[in-house]
């Protein structure tokens, strides 16, 4: 299975022009600029259309909008996960977003994180672990250190995120696939690439 993954597009997506085949794409947050329903409407339109067997996305902290959002009529292979999962051709992918952490603070975030099943494939967050693909100068971290520690007892294959502008990239650590795919830089433009990852069984 190949995934394309992209992230922080906040509303530029439609800059990203055709992107690789893959069979599944996953947005890891940030599609919105100012949080929107309009900003949020329009994102939607563009990912549904895209040319993916399967489209995964989560919320981000930018995405304001999806706080209580109750989607009706996504087409059936057009997947968002806000504290849940779904298994597509024998994979499972779950998702957590960036919502409830700005909100209520790290506890409840905490509580979001505890609920991530013990044996899912492919986890979706939009914050990253700490000291993983969460810093551009490796003086200041923005990752969490309660998601490393859930990540570390879980041992996904894949964690896939964004947030942390500029620090683009793959890692691999403790046997875990570690993806940042933040397609924008700290103004807002479109600097990166979107990601190809393929996974296996």
């Excluded at 100012?34 to 259309?49: N, Q």
């Excluded at 923005?142 to 859930?150: A, E």
């Amino acid at each position: 299975m190949k995934i394309l993954h992209i992230s922080d597009t906040h509303n530029k997506h439609r800059e990203l022009g055709v992107m690789p085949k893959a069979d599944v794409l996953v947005h890891s947050g940030d599609f919105t600029l100012g949080g929107s329903d309009m900003e949020a409407l329009d994102f939607l339109e563009w990912f549904c259309d895209q040319p993916y067997k399967h489209k995964i996305f989560i919320a981000g902290n930018h995405d304001d909008c999806m706080i209580d959002a109750h989607l009706e009529g996504l087409p059936e292979n057009v997947h968002y996960l806000h504290d849940s999962g779904v298994t597509i051709d024998g994979m499972s992918f779950y998702g957590v977003p960036m919502l409830a952490e700005f909100m209520d603070g790290e506890m409840k975030i905490k509580e979001n994180y505890d609920l991530i099943p013990g044996s899912i494939d492919v986890l979706i967050t939009h914050r990253a672990p700490l000291g993983i693909l969460d810093s551009t100068d490796n003086k200041i971290h923005y990752g969490s250190p309660l998601l490393l520690n859930r990540v570390s007892a879980l041992k996904p294959k894949m964690n896939l995120f964004g947030h942390t502008h500029d620090a683009y990239g793959t890692t691999s650590w403790n046997g875990i696939i570690f993806s940042n795919a933040g397609v924008t830089d700290w103004k807002y433009n479109i600097r990166y690439t979107p990601r190809i990852i393929p996974i296996g069984h």
